[in-house]
């Protein structure tokens, strides 16, 4: 059975930054992409950027492309996710999730096409 694991958040200032590490067991890490999500209070959850299973391909919500930078290592079985220049809108709950592809498979931003989540990590950010 797959478990994902967050970590990394923490209270930060305005213009800080942070790393987000999310760990995967149980499964062949190199099968999947990997997709961040994150949920403010009283928000839904939406996208913040994924990683093909290579790492050669990523994607990025427009609000955090150019802060925010995603990637794996694949022999530790890990992705990141670095935050720079955090924001108080930044603030949410931070999720990794994982989704089964074929090498060549398009990234997805789509909860729906995602798998496994983990618990979250909190990310709050000062003004």
């Known amino acids: 059975q797959v478990q994902l694991s967050e970590s990394g958040g923490g209270l930060v200032q305005a213009g800080g930054s942070l790393r987000l590490s999310c760990t995967i067991s149980g499964r062949t890490f190199n099968y999947y992409q990997i997709g961040w999500f994150r949920q403010a209070t009283g928000k839904e959850r939406e996208f913040v950027a994924s990683i093909s299973r290579g790492g050669g391909t990523t994607e990025y919500d427009d609000s955090v492309k150019g802060r925010f930078t995603i990637s794996r290592d694949n022999g530790r079985r890990t992705t990141y996710l670095q935050m720079n220049n955090l924001d108080p809108e930044d603030t949410a709950v931070y999720y990794c999730?994982?989704?089964?592809?074929?090498?060549?498979?398009?990234?997805?931003?789509?909860?729906?096409?995602?798998?496994?989540w983990g618990q979250g990590t909190q990310v709050t950010v000062s003004a």
């Open positions: 999730a994982i989704r089964r592809t074929i090498s060549s498979a398009p990234l997805s931003r789509q909860e729906g096409a995602y798998e496994a």
